[in-house]
């Protein structure tokens, strides 16, 4: 399961995975920003530093169905919606 990230700037950054998170926690690079869901906000890095693939967060109805239906699924080439 991915971990979200957010820059110092609490810019939102590329999903890291858990064991990557507890690293970053472990070496005090990272704080927990949220707890539901997961968040991590790095302390020495902003969206600038960082290499970020675009992304799309759609929100509102999908394909007629409404979006309390659905969970975001992180993938590799963005985000996505499965049917709950």
């Not at 998170?21 to 530093?49: N, S, Y």
């Not at 759609?58 to 409404?66: F, L, Q, T």
């Amino acid at each position: 399961m991915s971990v979200f990230v957010l820059d110092k700037r609490r810019n939102p950054l590329m999903p890291c995975s858990e064991k990557r998170a507890r690293l970053l926690l472990r070496k005090q690079r990272a704080v927990v920003h949220r707890v539901v869901p997961f968040t991590v906000r790095l302390k020495d890095r902003t969206r600038q530093e960082s290499a970020v693939q675009p992304t799309v967060l759609k929100v509102g109805k999908i394909d007629g169905i409404n979006a309390k239906y659905c969970r975001v699924v992180q993938r590799l080439d963005g985000y996505d919606y499965a049917f709950q």
